[in-house]
């Protein structure tokens, strides 16, 4: 068990690294879009908007809106400025990040702009709660987002053309998360509520099965979150069951099916405790999105808003954040590429 | 080939240590796992479709050859209408609902090919007049105006050299 290993390394097995003094999540906000607000996790949103330009004139302001409102309504929250924070550790699909360079910039907080598509949320938290144990700083955020036109403009078609989507395909959801990850000891004397803490993480490596298909990225991407997560198990030498809900990104309803079978052949059973946040955000009959929901705050706004509400409320003890990412491009595709596959685990944990 | 024919199971893909099997394997099961549409569905759906616009431009042309046009320039007409009512649907946000239903049944006939130059036009206008809607519109329809005149001048050049031979 995780307790037994020996803690004199902050590294732990192979991919992973585990915190001596775990950094707490003291603060997250979620900002969502229509369909999101619509879907069955509308209530555990902070904020839903039903304008999807929100008063912006182009979709990439919006994505930068969104994602400057999720960073302010996490400060507030918490009752912090932007000047307690000491770094942001975010990033977003669009193009050189356009959405998080000027979503933020306003907030003059020191910037990390990260790129890992759909698992950015992972990823983030990761390097913040690395920032923190390392005492390079008190308090960070981790901050994503996303917006369907936005991506379906960058990706794949405007929004007018009309095709046909294959029932692989999945919906972008349009929205921005951010989390205050800050010093465990030094939130608590300030008298912030420090029971939910990141012991621990795993760094996802790129797993590449073939998959040409842009179309079901589900799949493409089954092979990262399995690596990540088997890598997980290995490297803290635990079971399935040690987490209440491993929870993957956006596998939706065809991958999640295809990583249940493929950590079954490793003897990992997690079909009892399998979560995937892209089937979680909608009604796939109501809402018609096909394989699920998908994009960076997929992740993000389910683990703001309905994970932290059960991990807080105590329904959940522990769990296994592993939000997924498709490294791909537009060029890459065309070119005829595969798509490479990469998934981030955090262990998020209530006392 | 027989291979192919073969089921891939999840422990064929686990199990297998050459990556491009692997991979087959993987794509194989993938394949397997995956829900499709109904292809007979969707056929029925673009042929409803399809031969409703079809129809549609049929009426049109006797409703100009009716108000005194000849029959070339009842045809034009008739273009010239279809291309406006897609473009006009696009702009309102209705064709892509149609297109969701009737799928080839919209994208064959010229209504595909309007909406493919009109849906680019309103999203690139935030980019600029020359930049945005200049170099984008046809992003879609790029290829079928492309390959469409390319093999006009093959099919031209033939027949030429037909005309010579004959």
């Not at chain 1, 097995?13 to 603060?27: C, N």
């Not at chain 1, 306003?106 to 920032?131: H, K, N, R, Y």
């Not at chain 1, 993000?300 to 309905?306: D, K, N, R, S």
């Not at chain 2, 080839?104 to 309103?122: D, E, K, Q, R, Y």
């Amino acid at each position: 068990m995780a307790d037994n290993i020996k803690r004199i390394t902050k590294m732990a097995g192979k991919h992973s690294v585990q915190f001596h003094e775990p950094p707490s999540i003291i603060s997250v906000s979620s900002i969502a879009g229509k369909k999101e607000g619509e879907g069955p996790l509308g209530s555990y949103f902070d904020v839903v908007h039903e304008d999807p330009m929100v008063g912006k004139k182009t979709w990439e302001e919006a994505e930068s809106e969104f994602m400057k409102q999720a960073a302010e309504k996490a400060l507030e929250k918490a009752n912090l400025k932007n000047t307690d924070i000491r770094y942001i550790i975010g990033g977003d699909l669009l193009g050189q990040l356009i959405a998080t360079s000027f979503g933020i910039a306003e907030l003059q907080i020191p910037m990390f702009g990260v790129f890992g598509a759909c698992s950015t949320m992972g990823e983030s938290m990761i390097l913040g709660a690395m920032l923190v144990d390392g005492g390079y700083a008190k308090k960070v955020i981790a901050i994503t987002s996303s917006h369907f036109a936005g991506a379906e403009k960058q990706f794949r078609y405007p929004l007018d053309y009309g095709n046909q989507r294959p029932y692989s395909a999945s919906w972008t959801v349009t929205g921005s998360g951010a989390a205050v990850i800050a010093c465990q000891k030094d939130a608590k004397n300030q008298g912030f509520n420090t029971d939910i803490i990141i012991p621990g993480a795993t760094v996802g490596k790129i797993v590449d099965f073939g998959i040409k298909d842009n179309m079901n990225m589900g799949a493409a991407m089954v092979p990262a979150a399995f690596d990540t997560i088997k890598q997980n198990f290995e490297d803290f030498g635990v079971k399935p069951d040690y987490y209440d809900k491993i929870i993957t990104g956006d596998l939706g309803y065809v991958g999640s099916e295809i990583l249940v079978d493929m950590l079954k052949e490793k003897g990992y059973d997690i079909s009892n405790n399998h979560m995937d946040c892209g089937v979680e955000i909608y009604d796939q009959n109501e809402q018609d999105t096909h394989a699920g929901g998908s994009g960076c705050s997929c992740s993000a706004i389910t683990f703001a808003g309905y994970v932290m509400k059960r991990l807080r409320d105590k329904e959940w003890k522990r769990v296994l954040f592993v939000p997924t990412g498709a490294l791909l491009s537009q060029v890459s595709f065309n070119e005829g590429k595969t798509i490479p596959g990469i998934a981030h685990g955090v262990i998020v944990e209530s006392r | 080939m027989a291979n192919q024919q073969k089921k891939s199971t999840m422990s064929d893909v686990v199990r297998e240590k050459d990556v491009e099997k692997r991979n087959e394997s993987y794509k194989q099961y993938v394949e397997q796992t995956t829900p499709k549409f109904s292809c007979f569905k969707n056929c029925v759906n673009a042929f409803i479709v399809g031969g409703l616009i079809c129809t549609l431009g049929q009426f049109l042309v006797n409703l100009y050859m009716s108000m005194g046009a000849d029959k070339e320039t009842a045809k034009l007409y008739n273009i010239l209408t279809l291309v406006f009512l897609s473009i006009l649907l696009t702009g309102i946000g209705i064709y892509q609902k149609l297109a969701k239903f009737g799928g080839a049944g919209t994208l064959v006939p010229i209504t595909g090919f309007a909406n493919s130059v009109a849906a680019p036009a309103v999203e690139y206008k935030q980019e600029g007049q020359v930049f945005g809607i200049g170099c984008k519109i046809f992003t879609i329809s790029g290829p079928v105006i492309l390959y469409g005149i390319f093999s006009s001048w093959v099919l031209g050049l033939v027949y030429y050299i037909y005309t010579l031979i004959k």
